[in-house]
């Protein structure tokens, strides 16, 4: 088999979050009055909270606010954001990536999480994939955000898998330039213009079955 270990952003590739990211950076907008719709919301793909915090303040009053305001403005989007991943369940996990994942695991494919989100082990928990996985490198354990290759490198050294035998699958371009830019591989799921620096482009999450196990 060509790869060893195969490393999943969660949002937009296991699961689907968007909707509660979007609400919860919604509300808080709203609440300080400031103008926030999807289009914004789409720059906020595969960046950290921070970051996404600073984006959505442009223009605004980012520059007046001091690090520790900031830092409790993002705390209080992600309490809004943990409250409504709450209605999340085993339902939000689809058959496809679930049967996909089983088989990939049962080639004797190592599986990573490679995620911004500080709420990984939270969300897995909620869509039954809890203690799934064989390495979760999220948001609690790097410094630097996509494109930034930290995130999967850890993965890789979680996994004692050398980086070069490891298959990296995004939605996000951020991601995507994050795999390369740490010498891994990738496939991309989504538009694939976007995507279009990606190794693969997969039309459905199963189709990796037939770059991993070929």
Not at 88 to 95: A, E, I, Q, T
Not at 118 to 128: E, P, V, Y
Not at 134 to 155: C, H, Q, Y
Request: proline share 2%.
């Amino acid at each position: 088999m060509k790869y060893k270990a195969v490393i999943f952003d969660l949002d937009g590739v296991i699961c689907h979050t968007d909707a509660y990211h979007y609400q919860a950076w919604k509300a808080l907008a709203d609440r300080m009055d400031i103008y926030f719709d999807e289009t914004i919301n789409n720059r906020l793909r595969g960046v950290s909270r921070m970051k996404s915090l600073e984006i959505i303040l442009e223009g605004n009053m980012g520059a007046a606010l001091t690090d520790s305001e900031k830092q409790y403005l993002a705390e209080e989007k992600n309490n809004i954001y943990k409250k409504l991943l709450e209605n999340m369940g085993p339902g939000d996990l689809s058959n496809q990536v679930r049967q996909t994942l089983n088989i990939l695991r049962g080639a004797g494919i190592k599986l990573a999480i490679g995620s911004s989100s500080k709420n990984a082990g939270f969300i897995l928990k909620q869509i039954g994939l809890g203690g799934y996985f064989d390495a979760i490198s999220d948001g609690n354990n790097i410094t630097r955000s996509k494109p930034d290759p930290e995130v999967f490198l850890m993965a890789s050294e979680y996994l004692n898998i050398p980086k070069e035998d490891c298959l990296v699958v995004e939605d996000a371009a951020a991601g995507v330039d994050a795999a390369i830019a740490g010498g891994m591989d990738c496939a991309g799921i989504g538009d694939e213009m976007e995507l279009k620096l990606a190794d693969y482009h997969l039309k459905n999450f199963n189709d990796l079955l037939g770059i991993v196990l070929m």
